[in-house]
């Protein structure tokens, strides 16, 4: 860097208010519609399956010792913050293995740091946020801890470091007109492939036929289950959602399970055109 610039850079900087701006930060956080917090009460006694979940929800301060948690010591304040909330809760319980994200983000691309043992949680839990940070996702206002759908591990083939690859489907539900507008298989190739390493790539094909068929056997029953439970129930919730979500449904076994929920235009498998022409038609 030559001298001029080392002359103008400070000048830049120093009339910014650093603390006033991670304030501003943290609210846009703690207000995110996408959080875990906010969607998930609106909608948990809808008459769909869920599992169990936990929010523990962080202060300012706590939250600033989190996002710093690149240096040494505010790692540790930060591993001790988590250790205490999860000790306070007397549900979760130790022996138990626990689905784990943050408000916004799972990062199940590793899902070795979405499942773990009652002692692992904070540690894994840092892994996640250091990871939404990375990505710039949001979610970092607090931390949400979720029973595990079981599965047999013998049958049942995993990709992404250890996520079970199980039938999913998203549909995108208009709450204002009550709808729902479309729905895709969450694990579409075309989309998914490309982006699997070559491990997981094998298991993917072999899975193939199988994730297709059904989708396509189940997709009007997943539609029928949203239209009959998630759609009236949230029509009669004086502080419902409203505009355009997106709403994940896993298949296990005979059972459907609502395992997670995002504004729609922020969700893969959003095309704006469709939902333009969709709205349009059913007006």
């Known amino acids: 860097m030559n001298k001029e610039k080392e002359r103008i850079i400070p000048h830049i900087f120093e009339n910014v208010d650093f603390e006033k701006l991670r304030e501003e930060h943290y609210k846009d956080e703690i207000n995110n519609h996408n959080n875990f917090s906010y969607w998930y009460p609106k909608v948990k006694d809808c008459g769909i399956k869920m599992v169990k979940a936990w929010i523990f929800k962080f202060s300012f301060e706590e939250w600033k010792i989190l996002e710093s948690m690149e240096e040494e010591d505010s790692r540790e304040k930060a591993l001790v913050i ?3 909330k999860i000790e306070d809760n007397k549900e979760v319980k130790r022996g138990r293995l626990y689905n784990i994200k943050n408000g916004a983000f799972s990062n199940k691309f590793n899902a070795n740091d979405c499942f773990s043992n009652y002692y692992d949680i904070p540690g894994k839990f840092l892994n996640i946020q250091y990871a939404g940070m990375c990505f710039d996702a949001d979610g970092t206002s607090e931390m949400v ?24 489907y998203r ?3 208009n709450f204002d007109s009550n709808q729902v507008l479309y729905i895709v298989n969450y694990w579409d190739y075309d989309y998914c492939y490309k982006h699997l390493n070559i491990t997981d790539k094998i298991i993917f ?7 297709e068929s059904e989708f396509e056997n189940n997709k009007d029953k997943v539609i029928e289950l949203i239209e009959k439970n998630l759609i009236p129930y949230n029509k009669k919730n ?5 505009g355009i979500w997106s709403v994940d449904i896993m298949k296990v076994d005979h059972d ?8 729609g235009c ?5 095309d704006y055109k469709k939902i333009k022409e969709l709205i349009e038609c059913k007006n």
């Not at 094909?205 to 994730?211: H, I, T, V």
């Not at 459907?256 to 504004?263: S, V």
């Not at 922020?266 to 959003?270: K, L, R």
């Open 82 to 84: 988590l250790k205490e």
């Open 145 to 168: 801890i979720r029973e595990v759908i079981g599965y047999d591990y013998n049958t049942v083939p995993t990709i992404y470091n250890g996520l079970s690859l199980r039938s999913e």
């Open 171 to 173: 549909l995108f539900v």
């Open 205 to 211: 094909d072999y899975m193939k036929s199988y994730l």
């Open 238 to 242: 004086k502080d419902g959602l409203s």
């Open 256 to 263: 459907y399970y609502l395992i997670d929920m995002a504004i």
């Open 266 to 270: 922020q969700s893969a498998y959003y």
